[in-house]
């Protein structure tokens, strides 16, 4: 797979408060240039939330003509794995975008951060606190109650600074001891209320490998990362809001160049789950087939499904950037790649449950080639040759022996149009000894192909088929939405019991027009009247393509022309 499609060279961020900020910035000559940033914690793979944020800062950056870094948050080894960081990388390139030089870790400024850390003691500004956990969590009060000051509080600068060299030389157990900030026990805002620093975690590092057996908290490492980038306008998501006043508390007390930081609302969308916990639960249960499932809304599955990076990108920048939280509807995404792939996929032919059709009075062994246009508005995207012969195959769902009022397609003793060839005409139907339709009989009027004497007689309806001896015998996979309500993560139930069961229909035998044969992995295609399908870049084979179905069709060629 290559990394990268498309380099972008803008994203246009038009019209959202951020940006309005930056301009202000740039014209009071407050910052010559930006630097953004985008900060994921490699303990998961990016999902499409994360796509709003890069596209965001990646965007700015590019509008503005400063540079965006990608800054891997790696402050709990615990939790994560270099395999998540290369996937980081890959799907950041993928939509498009380039850090160049400006690849950076956190975990890279751990000594710094300790530095730092030590200055804070000495300015009796943090302390070595022994209480457990628990009982920090119980000291720290509620939104309406002080909270209470630790009995360790008040330990001498001595004291701390002994303490805290010992925690990070190695002496205390895991969770034993804590380096808290000493700010305000009764701060109506919760997140001051002496917040962790340091922890002790006796795990080996997969960036720093094992020279640390403490590690800063978030809150600690974040701002005083971004000062050390010279990240001028540090963006992320409403809920560090309360977090805003601790980032400017460290760099104040630190004495060091501090970013200013925006947030912005992050992105919910319907029918899916964005928790990377619940998604790594739906890989570890095997609800899914792994992180890049098509049916994951993480970019590797999205990439799996057939999005588009275009398709992503237009979607962020449909969507916006604002400042209330607000759900937007999976229709959305969907509209963006069918609008791309509309423009852009070239049509084929595919029957995904045949039926069989004979032609009697087309010659056995011949073969008749139709020439049909790979894209209809596009004539740059060429043509191709289509084989016809005697027996064809057409969509089961494409006869009907008793048609319903306003089913113009096949039906006994009734016209339509094969696309691309000739008019048919059913005479039989061949049921085998339950009643099963197997077979469907018809003749063809000669004088009804492209250029004949009949070419323009209109019938009601149109269908697709492919050549049976032709065909390309293929496994196209039918995914849907993985949840079949909007919401799953409300109402108190297990977000789990709303999986959609039907969110994955395996057709192991679906007929496809020949040249698809050499179609490669991820190439994208209109499946005339049955939706947007593109090449599994996982499972597919050379010369044997599984297709998965992208998104449905808007339906209008189908719902106008042959229903
Ligand atoms: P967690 O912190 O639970 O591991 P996270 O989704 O916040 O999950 P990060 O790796 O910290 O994961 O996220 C990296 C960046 O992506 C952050 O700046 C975060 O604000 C942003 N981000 C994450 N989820 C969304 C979302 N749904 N919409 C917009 N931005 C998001
Ligand atoms: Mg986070």
């Known amino acids: 797979m290559s990394?990268?499609?498309?380099?972008?060279?803008?994203?246009?961020?038009?019209?959202?408060?951020?940006?309005?900020?930056?301009?202000?910035?740039?014209?009071?000559?407050?910052?010559?240039?930006?630097?953004?940033?985008?900060?994921?914690?490699?303990?998961?793979?990016?999902?499409?939330?994360h796509a709003k944020s890069i596209c965001l800062n990646f965007g700015l950056a590019l509008d503005f003509g400063?540079?965006?870094?990608?800054?891997?948050?790696?402050?709990?080894?615990?939790?994560?794995?270099?395999?998540?960081?290369?996937?980081?990388?890959?799907?950041?390139?993928?939509?498009?975008?380039?850090?160049?030089?400006?690849?950076?870790?956190?975990?890279?400024?751990?000594?710094?951060?300790?530095?730092?850390?030590?200055?804070?003691?000495?300015?009796?500004?943090?302390?070595?606190?022994?209480?457990?956990?628990?009982?920090?969590?119980?000291?720290?009060?509620?939104?309406?109650?002080?909270?209470?000051?630790?009995?360790?509080?008040?330990?001498?600068?001595?004291?701390?600074?002994?303490?805290?060299?010992?925690?990070?030389?190695?002496?205390?157990?895991?969770?034993?001891?804590?380096?808290?900030?000493?700010?305000?026990?009764?701060?109506?805002?919760?997140?001051?209320?002496?917040?962790?620093?340091y922890r002790i975690l006796h795990a080996p590092h997969p960036h720093a490998g094992d020279s640390w057996c403490i590690y800063p908290m978030y809150d600690y490492a974040h701002g005083q990362s971004d000062s050390i980038e010279g990240i001028t306008h540090s963006v992320c998501t409403l809920e560090f809001e309360s977090h805003r006043p601790l980032?400017?508390?460290?760099?104040?007390?630190?004495?060091?160049?501090?970013?200013?930081?925006?947030?912005?609302?992050?992105?919910?969308?319907?029918?899916?789950?964005?928790?990377?916990?619940?998604?790594?639960?739906?890989?570890?249960?095997?609800?899914?087939?792994?992180?890049?499932?098509?049916?994951?809304?993480?970019?590797?599955?999205?990439?799996?499904?057939?999005?588009?990076?275009?398709?992503?990108?237009?979607?962020?920048?449909?969507?916006?950037?604002?400042?209330s939280d607000s759900w937007i509807d999976m229709g959305i995404l969907e509209e963006c790649v069918r609008d791309d792939l509309n423009a852009n996929a070239p049509r084929a032919m595919g029957v995904l449950r045949p039926l069989k059709l004979v032609i009697e009075n087309f010659p056995e062994g011949e073969v008749e080639m139709f020439t049909a246009a790979n894209h209809p508005q596009r004539p740059e995207l060429g043509s191709r040759q289509i084989p016809f012969s005697r027996e064809l195959y057409i969509e089961q769902d494409d006869f009907m022996e008793t048609p319903v009022k306003g089913f113009h397609r096949m039906v006994p003793g009734q016209e339509v149009r094969l696309r691309y060839a000739y008019i048919v005409k059913c005479t039989e139907v061949v049921k085998d000894g339950d009643g099963t339709v197997v077979e469907v009989r018809c003749t063809y009027d000669p004088d009804t192909r492209?250029?004949?004497?009949?070419?323009?007689?209109?019938?009601?309806?149109?269908?697709?088929?492919?050549?049976?001896?032709?065909?390309?015998?293929?496994?196209?996979?039918?995914?849907?939405?993985?949840?079949?309500?909007?919401?799953?993560?409300?109402?108190?139930?297990?977000?789990?019991?709303?999986?959609?069961?039907?969110?994955?229909?395996?057709?192991?035998?679906?007929?496809?027009?020949?040249?698809?044969?050499?179609?490669?992995?991820?190439?994208?295609?209109q499946f005339e009247r049955q939706g947007y399908f593109t090449v599994d870049c996982r499972d597919s084979h050379p010369g044997a393509p599984i297709f998965n179905r992208t998104v449905t069709l808007r339906d209008s060629w189908s719902k106008e022309q042959t229903a």
């Open 3 to 49: 990394t990268s499609e498309t380099d972008i060279t803008k994203q246009t961020t038009t019209g959202n408060f951020i940006r309005t900020i930056i301009e202000d910035d740039l014209q009071s000559g407050r910052h010559s240039t930006i630097v953004t940033r985008f900060p994921p914690e490699p303990n998961g793979y990016l999902h499409i939330g």
């Open 66 to 197: 400063g540079c965006c870094h990608l800054r891997f948050d790696d402050t709990n080894p615990a939790r994560e794995e270099i395999e998540y960081a290369e996937s980081i990388k890959e799907s950041v390139n993928w939509l498009g975008f380039q850090w160049g030089e400006h690849l950076y870790y956190a975990s890279d400024y751990f000594e710094q951060l300790y530095q730092w850390a030590e200055q804070l003691i000495l300015q009796g500004d943090a302390y070595v606190d022994d209480l457990t956990a628990e009982e920090i969590r119980a000291h720290r009060g509620t939104l309406t109650e002080p909270g209470t000051e630790s009995p360790y509080r008040n330990r001498t600068v001595e004291e701390n600074l002994d303490l805290f060299r010992r925690m990070r030389s190695g002496e205390f157990a895991d969770g034993a001891r804590v380096l808290r900030a000493k700010i305000d026990m009764a701060s109506p805002n919760l997140n001051l209320r002496d917040p962790v620093m």
């Open 247 to 323: 980032y400017e508390w460290f760099l104040d007390r630190l004495g060091i160049y501090r970013p200013r930081q925006y947030e912005f609302a992050r992105l919910n969308l319907t029918y899916t789950v964005m928790s990377k916990r619940k998604l790594l639960q739906l890989v570890q249960d095997g609800d899914v087939a792994g992180w890049d499932d098509p049916r994951m809304p993480t970019l590797v599955g999205l990439r799996r499904r057939g999005y588009t990076p275009g398709s992503i990108r237009a979607f962020c920048e449909r969507i916006g950037v604002g400042k």
């Open 450 to 525: 492209t250029g004949g004497p009949a070419a323009g007689r209109k019938v009601k309806g149109t269908i697709h088929w492919v050549s049976a001896r032709h065909a390309l015998t293929a496994e196209v996979r039918l995914y849907d939405r993985l949840f079949s309500v909007s919401n799953p993560d409300k109402g108190g139930q297990d977000y789990k019991s709303f999986i959609n069961p039907h969110a994955l229909e395996v057709l192991p035998s679906a007929r496809l027009e020949p040249s698809l044969a050499d179609a490669e992995g991820e190439s994208r295609f």
